[in-house]
Every structure is written in C-alpha cells, then in structure tokens.
T-cell receptor, first 114, second 113 residues
Framework: DTEVTQTPKHLVMGMTNKKSLKCEQH?????MYWYKQKAKKPPELMFV???????INESVPSRFSPECPNSSLLNLHLHALQPEDSALYLC?????????????FGSGTRLTVV | DQQVKQNSPSLSVQEGRISILNCDYT??????FLWYKKYPAEGPTFLIS???IKDKNEDGRFTVFLNKSAKHLSLHIVPSQPGDSAVYFC????????????WGAGTKLIIKP
C-alpha cells in the first residue's frame, strides 16, 4: 500500500460547526503532516507529527486541532472556522531521515466554510 | 524571505518537444531538491529528487540538473506529453530541519497538442 487516504474529499461547514478531517497511511511512515493549500499557491505547512508526537506547529490558530491516535492515523479537528479557512487540506507522510524520496501526499479534502 | 523561487508562473510547450522548468534557491546548505507535480484538486505527486552532492539525476523522461555555483536547478521533460500538463513545484530540504520541505511558488506547464 503506497497511498495516503484522506476523508472526506469535500466538506462544507458553517462557521459554528465542528468537523474532523481524517488521514490514513499504511506505508510504515513515522512522520505525518498537515498542509493547507490555496489556489495557485504552494502547500503551506500547518503541523508535523514525528513518531506520533507533535513536533511542529506553524503558529496555526487554535480553531485547528491536530491529533495523531497512532502511527497510521492523523486527524485535524475543526471548530469555529472562518470563510478564509476555505482551502484544500493535504495530509502527507514520510519516513524521518529519508530526504531523497520526499513526501507522499493524499488527494486532499476540499473545505468550504460558509 | 523566499528561499526557493520559481520565476515563471507558466510555460507552454509543444507536444513532443522538451519542457524545461527552472528553480533558483538562496540557501547553499540545502541537502536535497525535489520536484512535485500537481493536478487540480489533487495532492502533489513526488517526481524526482537530487542530492546536493550530485549534478544530475535521470528517471525516464525526467532529468533534474543542479548547478550549485549558480544556486539553480532545472527539470527537463522530454518528450513532453499532454499528461504532463500540471503545476510543477520545486522544493528543497535540510537534514537539520528533518527534511521539512521549503516550496517554490510553482510553474504551470501547458503541453499543446
């Protein structure tokens, strides 16, 4: 299995809703990432988990809350989002220390906040 | 400070010809350079990488060249095919930052039939 699976593929939520994005990989990767990507921009790093521990939080607002229940799963809990949070949210995984092979990305969740 | 730059927002190439995508960087300490391809509404797909100790890496139709003195790398695609139409991102990484990726802004490649 060489994929990163993200669910749901599309999500529309109101500003008072609580929702979660899910990510799963079975490649044995021990680093997992959340990225946010706006149209015509490169991916923007949000969080990094290394060996199931949060190692990087790129000053992301607290309305985004990551969770790594185990080495295969990564969640992003969303609460009280703003319309400007609408974007493609990408999950990625990699093996720590393997700089040459890059990350494996999921297909993303297209989030629209109304 | 943008450490990885892709100065061409878009590039149009005839099918069958060579596509050359360029990338410049400012940090001479980068350990790896990577190219990703992205279709709309999908995640980026890893294409090819090169170590900073190499000057060329080839994989099928894709070749990446690294010129360390000029802090410049390029991705050559030959021959270009319609399926190559996508946004191409150049990225760089440092071992000291656990290979966290630093991205360029991307170049949209359009292959004309």
């Amino acid at each position: 299995d060489t994929e990163v699976t993200q669910t749901p593929k599309h999500l529309v939520m109101g500003m008072t809703n609580k929702k979660s994005l899910k990510c799963e990989q079975h490649m044995g990767h021990r680093a997992m990432y959340w990225y946010k990507q706006k149209a015509k921009k490169p991916p923007e790093l949000m969080f990094v988990y290394s060996y199931e521990k949060l190692s990087i939080n790129e000053s992301v607002p607290s309305r985004f809350s990551p969770e790594c229940p185990n080495s295969s799963l990564l969640n992003l809990h969303l609460h009280a989002l703003q319309p400007e949070d609408s974007a493609l949210y990408l999950c990625a995984s990699s093996q720590p220390g393997q700089g040459a092979v890059g990350y494996t990305f999921g297909s993303g969740t297209r989030l629209t906040v109304v | 400070d943008q450490q990885v730059k892709q100065n061409s927002p878009s590039l149009s190439v005839q099918e069958g010809r060579i596509s050359i995508l360029n990338c410049d960087y400012t940090n001479s300490m980068f350990d790896y350079f990577l190219w990703y391809k992205k279709y709309p509404a999908e995640g980026p797909t890893f294409l090819i990488s090169i170590s900073s100790i190499k000057d060329k890496n080839e994989d099928g139709r894709f070749t990446v060249f690294l010129n360390k003195s000029a802090k410049h790398l390029s991705l050559h695609i030959v021959p270009s095919q319609p399926g190559d139409s996508a946004v191409y991102f150049c990225a760089a990484s440092l071992m000291d930052s656990n290979y966290q990726l630093i991205w360029g802004a991307g170049t949209k490649l359009i292959i004309k039939p």
